[in-house]
């Protein structure tokens, strides 16, 4: 032992092959990982295999997954989500998208389509309107679709009001709708098939006033008013 070592000391000069080793083996680890995104990420080894879209009743599944710009083969980790659900949003019918990985090998794009409340008529021209009372799709009409009748396109407000009766209608009852009359956003009134009306007046409480109109029509009366629901009467 030297004169001043400490008792016990041991030559550093032990450990330093062993950090060199670790050093190399952890370097060389995070070289191989590199590696193997470089691979997966450049190389298609991980290709698309399949596309599907859900939520289509009235868009075009196929022109969705064309318009989406993504194909079978391509590198899952390369797939632009956020483009291919850009692409889709501009798609008929499509009010909103949404473009996911499903590893390994699938693209999942799920659409909400718009709910078409009614049918506009300005002259030879058809739109269909949502239940938000939006203009979503012009020259072209929808099956089960009620017209919109004395409204008028710029009339925010009374396509506002007459969507909102619709959407708020349940099922048995939209099916008996033959048209919806707004010339204001105050004087909605339904048209039902067979003859009867139904006057809702504005689209405020309107699930009331859907769930009064769903009554009424099973009574005697063709003319009712349900703008107060608490208190439908006959006109």
């Known amino acids: 032992m030297k004169e001043n070592e400490p008792a016990g000391a041991r030559p550093s000069g032990r450990r330093a092959p062993r950090r060199r080793i670790l050093l190399r083996t952890l370097v060389g680890l995070l070289v191989l990982g590199v590696l193997a995104v470089a691979v997966a990420y450049f190389v298609p080894v991980l290709g698309v295999r399949a596309i599907t879209v859900e939520g289509v009743a009235r868009a075009d599944d196929a022109a969705i997954t064309r318009a989406s710009g993504i194909r079978e083969g391509d ?57 938000k009372g939006n203009i979503f799709l012009s020259g072209a009409a929808a099956e089960g679709v009620p017209e919109f009748r004395n409204i ?46 139904v006057f809702w007046g504005t689209a405020e409480r309107a699930a009331e006033k859907a769930e009064a109109t769903r009554i009424v029509l099973t009574r005697e009366g063709t003319a009712w008013n349900v703008s107060n629901p608490a208190m439908p009467t006959v006109r």
């Open 75 to 131: 590198n899952m980790l390369r797939v632009d989500t956020t483009a291919a659900a850009r692409n889709v949003a501009g798609q008929a019918w499509v009010e909103r998208v949404t473009v996911a990985r499903h590893w390994p090998r699938t693209i999942a794009v799920q659409v909400t389509e718009h709910d078409p409340a009614g049918v506009l008529k300005q002259g030879n021209q058809t739109q269909l309107v949502d239940t």
């Open 152 to 197: 008028r396109a710029e009339d925010s407000a009374a396509l506002h009001a007459a969507a909102t009766a619709v959407g708020a209608l349940p099922p048995e009852v939209r099916a008996q709708l033959e048209a919806v009359e707004a010339p204001g956003e105050s004087s909605v009134k339904l048209l039902i098939k067979g003859g009867k009306t």
